[in-house]
């Protein structure tokens, strides 16, 4: 079974083909693409809705014959076609959405809308077959920080989640208070790497106390003030940075820690567009082993949006026998 994969949440259109491997072949990635929209966005330092729409009309079908053309299929090879139904941004969605719908009823075969945080969530068992539920899944991107119990695929228990700030929002909120240019995220993580840790200590919210919610809100105050009085050398300037990615890489760290005491599970999953930070990917990787557990991370470009984690959800749905009507129905906000 060959899925088309279609990813427009937001301001990334992802596209990609995933073979299960039914009926002969190898189960795998056949071919995906992503065309991000950063320059377009750039000027505004923020997505504008509007304008992702519209970038997402003029890209998908392109990105699409792209991809089939890498993945050897032609179109007519198609059995199902997956894509984001939400959360996400309204206009953007409808756009994945109808194309999704519309190429489904023309080949005759159907349709799933998928839900983005699980695609972000089942993208480490894409990369990694031998990662299995049970486990704990850290998802950490601009819109989300929650701490999942998956107990199997499509079994999910919210054990915590952030009460403000998302852990992206936070790393882009502060990159953009120091000037950096934008997306802030991994431009702040860039400048942490030439940080003197210790310089400047911040704090790891929520940690004093037992659960397994995050806050960080206050976080960001706390880099401001520290930003204000600096003398706002270049060297402050990356300690800073550095101090707020320990704070925030610390926070998780902890919480993790606790959410897998909590559930007696050994492995840990981490998803979303923060998992692609190196220094999370760390002290994650050496908390895990220090536990005797396993840690599991999609390669970088699969920890940030993409058409591949929703061909790959979307497949594990359709064989499963799953698939929705022919109408096309986005839903903006959606808990998992
Ligand atoms: O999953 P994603 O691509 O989009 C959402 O669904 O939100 O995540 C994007 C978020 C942004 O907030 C971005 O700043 C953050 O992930 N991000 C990073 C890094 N790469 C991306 N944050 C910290 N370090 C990074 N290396
Ligand atoms: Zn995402």
Redesign the pocket.
């Known amino acids: 079974m060959n899925v088309l994969g279609i990813e427009t949440s937001?301001d990334e259109t992802g596209v990609a083909v995933y073979s299960t491997g039914t009926g002969g072949g190898e189960p795998g990635l056949r071919a995906h693409a992503v065309y991000s929209q950063i320059a377009l966005h750039a000027e505004y330092g923020g997505v504008v809705p509007e304008l992702a729409s519209r970038d997402h009309v003029r890209k998908l079908l392109p990105l699409i014959r792209q991809t089939l053309a890498e993945s050897d299929l032609a179109v007519a090879d198609i059995d199902g076609v997956a894509y984001t139904a939400g959360p996400g941004l309204v206009g953007a969605l409808l756009v994945g959405a109808g194309v999704a719908r519309s190429l489904a009823w023309a080949l005759d075969v159907p349709a799933i809308g998928v839900h983005?945080m699980e695609g972000?969530l089942l993208a480490p068992l894409m990369e990694d077959a031998s990662t299995r539920p049970p486990f704990v899944a850290l998802l950490v991107?601009?819109?989300h920080t929650q701490l999942v119990a998956v107990e199997a695929i499509g079994r999910y228990r919210l054990l915590g989640e952030t009460l403000d700030d998302a852990a992206?929002?936070a790393?882009?909120k502060t990159a953009k208070m120091m000037d950096l240019p934008y997306?802030?995220?991994?431009q702040l993580?860039a400048l942490a790497e030439q940080g003197q840790p210790g310089r400047f200590k911040f704090a790891r919210p929520m940690t004093d106390r037992p659960g397994l919610d995050f806050s960080f809100s206050g976080l960001k105050t706390q880099v401001l003030l520290a930003w204000r009085d600096s003398d706002r050398a270049a060297q402050t300037k990356a300690d800073i940075a550095r101090a707020f990615e320990d704070a925030v890489v610390d926070t998780l760290a902890i919480k993790c820690e606790r959410a897998l005491d909590a559930t007696g599970f050994d492995t840990l999953v981490i998803a979303?567009?923060?998992g692609?930070?190196?220094r999370l990917r760390a002290k994650l990787q050496a908390l895990a082993e220090r536990r005797g557990g396993r840690a599991s991370f999609p390669r970088p470009m699969f920890c940030?949006?993409n058409g591949a984690m929703i061909a790959f959800a979307g497949a594990l749905r359709l064989q499963a026998g799953q698939h929705g009507d022919a109408s096309v129905r986005v839903t903006p906000r959606w808990d998992m």
Do not use: L, M, R, Y
Request: charged fraction near 15%; hydrophobic fraction near 15%.
């Open positions: 937001c983005h972000h991107s601009g819109g992206g929002e790393f882009d997306p802030g995220g991994p993580a979303g567009g923060v692609a930070n190196k940030t949006d």
